[in-house]
């Protein structure tokens, strides 16, 4: 069974740092390109970041360039999350997910991405 597993959330005031983490288990996804997105209450989920499995190339959000970095170990099948200087707006449940591996592109879509984890709240509080 395929799984991918957040960890990492937590409550931080505004100016923290938080690493997210995204385990991945039931098959490899070193050669998938992973992305990490978020949902607020009452909105729509929305693109944060996305990572090639090769020379990794990365896709950022506009809203969190300079403050977010996405990375990954592909020996331990886990892709990371690092966040600085969070902001309240960056208050959200934050999930991962794993497009097919024959795609390739860093897709902002949701509807792009194959497996899902079940997500990590994190709250950013001013």
């Known amino acids: 069974q395929v799984q991918l597993v957040e960890s990492g959330g937590g409550l931080v005031q505004a100016g923290g740092s938080l690493r997210l983490s995204c385990a991945a288990s039931g098959r490899s996804f070193s050669r998938s390109v992973m992305g990490w997105f978020r949902q607020a209450p009452g909105k729509e989920r929305e693109f944060v970041a996305a990572?090639?499995?090769?020379?990794?190339?990365?896709a950022l959000a506009d809203s969190v360039k300079g403050r977010f970095t996405i990375s990954r170990d592909n020996a331990k099948n886990t892709v990371y999350l690092q966040m600085i200087s969070l902001k309240p707006e960056d208050t959200a449940v934050y999930s991962c997910?794993?497009?097919?591996?024959?795609?390739?592109?860093?897709?902002?879509?949701?509807?792009?991405?194959?497996?899902w984890g079940q997500g990590t709240q994190v709250t950013v509080s001013s």
């Open positions: 997910a794993a497009r097919d591996s024959s795609l390739l592109s860093l897709s902002r879509a949701t509807r792009d991405y194959l497996y």
């Open positions: 990572i090639s499995w090769d020379v990794p190339m990365t």
